[in-house]
């Protein structure tokens, strides 16, 4: 599903990443750790295409990414990938409806489909009697499921999170946990999830150490 090969990245004189190889399959739900500083972020970015390695290639679902045009690659990103992040990003403005719709909207899905799918993704994540709520009446764990509806609107084979727990108290974090391999078993998502928590690595498929720009053996 995801192939990185030889994938180093610098900013200024400070390399971050130093040649990374690394296989994600299908289905997988792979956690990446390591020290603050290691790298674990920026290797997150470039899987996610939202930055260019120096050097090396990604391919997700057999498309090699970091060949493709900027409108091409947006378009890719927007179907075939999702996002979730420490503090859900969800937009104050909007309800936890329209926050769920935008990746459709953007997408190209009719106004109505998209409301029907956000509101499916929400029920899903139970939290259908929410959806009219803007994001200041949500509670910490409602937002972060929120976030997880709107990563998931278009159906991407990849989800990418970037310390999804991390803002989260602890009944929350093990719902939201649970709730990855729930989505795994019923949508066959893969998960590539970057994080500081060591319960939530020790669940996962795999665990990836990044150590000083590099993968850790063994």
Request: hydrophobic share 40%.
């Amino acid at each position: 599903m995801i192939q990185l090969n030889g994938i180093t990245k610098s900013f200024g004189s400070l390399q971050v990443l130093k040649g990374i190889d690394l296989e994600i399959s299908r289905g997988e739900i792979v956690s990446i750790v390591g020290a603050s500083g290691a790298g674990k972020t920026t290797l997150l970015q470039i899987m996610g295409t939202l930055d260019m390695p120096d050097a090396g290639t990604v391919k997700i679902d057999g498309t090699a990414v970091n060949r493709m045009k900027e409108k091409a690659l947006s378009d890719f990103r927007n179907h075939n990938i999702g996002f979730v992040f420490q503090f859900h990003q969800l937009l104050p403005e909007f309800t936890a409806l329209e926050n769920v719709m935008i990746p459709a909207l953007i997408g190209g899905a009719a106004s109505k489909r998209a409301n029907e799918q956000a509101l499916e993704m929400l029920g899903f994540m139970g939290l259908a009697d929410r959806a009219s709520h803007k994001p200041n009446e949500l509670s910490g764990g409602e937002k972060q499921r929120v976030a997880v509806a709107r990563a998931l609107i278009n159906h991407p084979a990849v989800v990418l999170a970037d310390e999804p727990s991390g803002s989260l108290d602890t009944r929350n974090k093990e719902e939201l946990h649970q709730l990855f391999f729930e989505l795994r078993e019923r949508l066959g998502q893969t998960f590539v999830i970057v994080t500081h928590d060591e319960g939530l690595a020790r669940i996962t498929d795999r665990t990836i150490h990044i150590v000083d720009g590099m993968i850790k053996k063994g």
